[in-house]
């Protein structure tokens, strides 16, 4: 009788239809970055599968995608062809054509977080688009969310003015293809200005100056939230910039509690003024008198969180993917004490750069409790050593053992 092995079985469940994993959702990410190949990881443990668009066949996410699309993100055609075929789209890089997914979102696309989020963050690359890192200025002041002072800027006298305001340093800011501080550059006096801003390419590059953020940490906090709107944040990090990427972080900060909290409120403040589900990285500054101001913010997985992966009970790879599916929300909590992270930027590209690298990694790999994440980059060796550990002083004395040995003055600071 065939009735009898089911008879048990409670009717919407004999009728729902067959999920193989998690979610039958098939996840479109445009790029494939280490951030991509990061998140295709975590969501092949849970059977998650991961479509990206990358334009570089050798790109990083494209050995572990489910399958990798050779095509650019930011070509419209490219983008709507490639979100078809994906139950979800979402980013691991915010300059992609966010003209093209507002579009696509009015044709019923969905997108993870929002167009209108990518559209406000963005740095594009494109001149012809409206859409740059001033809007998330003026988006976050409107906000009311505290920010260094900036103001937009189009020639030598305005600048002057800015600089009259805000004194020296100042930071000149482009407007667009800004990432890894390319689009930074600092005048320290107003005889100064002529060369910081031809750095930038000039002022028909479209330019703003920000009051220099006498920062004495930098913090980072990652917010998810899922389609719920339901929103759990990571653990307050530091994170120590080198040549603008970021190169050490440290979990949690060395911070009060009270610079803890101030912190996430302000990253929950931001993000809530966003819209979609996903996680948003949150960059801070944090002054000598207490202050936090924001720096900006990444709708995505963040470099600042690769040490969620050993570190927290849900790394931020899988909570983006569990975001965007509409699945629960998993514990951002440390399941370690204490957790560093540190990014080996290869100055020297090709053979020698790989050389270094590799050597590094061996040495890392002698370290009792840390891992490594080779990014694969083709040109350019990247790769993160995390280490995590029992209590936190025994972390942060085998990270400063590794870092003095790859050349890198490291201080335990931890009290
Ligand atoms: P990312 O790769 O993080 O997207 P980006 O090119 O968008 O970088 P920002 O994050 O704006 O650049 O700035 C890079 C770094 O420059 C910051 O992490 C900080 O160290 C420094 N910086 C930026 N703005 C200021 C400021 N107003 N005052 C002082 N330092 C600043
Ligand atoms: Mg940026
Ligand atoms: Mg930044």
Redesign the pocket.
Same mark, same amino acid.
């Not at 800004?178 to 930074?184: E, H, I, L, Q």
């Not at 920000?210 to 953020?213: D, G, I, S, T, V």
């Given at each position: 009788d065939d009735s009898s092995n089911t008879k048990n079985i409670p009717m919407d469940r004999k009728e729902s239809p067959v999920v193989r994993g998690v979610s039958d959702t098939v996840v479109g990410v445009l790029g494939g970055g280490q951030l991509g190949k990061m998140l295709c990881q975590a969501a092949s443990r849970m059977a998650v599968k991961v479509m990206v668009l990358d334009p570089l066949a050798d790109c990083p996410a494209g050995s572990v995608a489910f399958r990798h699309v050779v095509g650019s993100f930011d070509d419209g055609d490219t983008v709507e062809s490639f979100a078809k075929r994906c139950g979800v789209l979402t980013v691991e890089i915010e300059h992609v054509d966010a003209v093209t997914l507002e579009r696509l979102e009015r044709q019923g696309v969905d997108c993870q977080p929002k167009a209108s989020t990518i559209q406000i963050i963005q740095?594009s690359f494109f001149p012809s688009i409206l859409y740059d890192k001033y809007l998330q200025k003026l988006h976050f002041s409107q906000h009311g969310i505290p920010l $260094?002072d900036f103001m937009q800027v189009d020639d030598i006298e305005s600048v002057k003015k800015a600089g009259d305001m805000f004194g020296y340093p100042l930071?000149i =800011?482009s407007k667009k293809l800004?990432?890894?501080?390319?689009? /930074?550059a600092v005048a320290h006096s107003q005889e100064e200005i002529p060369s910081a801003v031809s750095a930038l390419g000039g002022y028909g590059r479209g330019l703003y100056v920000? =009051?220099? $953020?006498p920062?004495v940490k930098?913090l980072s906090v990652i917010v998810a939230r899922g389609r719920d709107n339901s929103m759990s944040c990571y653990p307050v990090v530091e994170t120590i910039?080198k040549d /603008?990427i970021c190169h050490i972080v440290e979990a949690p900060a060395n911070v009060t509690e009270k610079v803890k909290n101030l912190s996430i409120d302000i990253a929950k403040k931001a993000v809530d003024s966003l819209e979609g589900a996903g996680v948003f990285a949150v960059?801070l500054f944090l002054t000598s008198d207490g202050q936090v101001l924001l /720096?900006?913010v990444?709708p995505r997985p963040h470099n600042s969180g690769h040490h969620t992966i050993e570190s927290c009970y849900t790394s931020q790879y899988e909570q983006h993917v569990r975001a965007v599916l509409g699945l629960p929300l998993g514990d951002p909590s440390m399941k370690v004490p204490a957790a560093i992270m540190y990014n080996i930027l290869g100055e020297d590209e090709g053979e020698p750069g790989f050389y270094l690298a590799n050597q590094l990694m061996k040495r890392a790999l002698s370290i009792p409790g840390a891992s490594i994440h080779w990014y694969g980059k083709p040109v350019t060796p990247r790769v993160a050593i995390i280490m995590g550990s029992d209590s936190d002083l025994p972390v942060m004395k085998d990270a400063a053992i590794v870092l003095d040995s790859f050349g890198v003055p490291y201080e335990v600071s931890i009290v």
């Open positions: 740095a $260094a930071m =800011k800004a990432y890894d501080g390319r689009g /930074n920000e =009051k220099w $953020a920062f930098e910039h /603008n960059e /720096n900006e990444a």
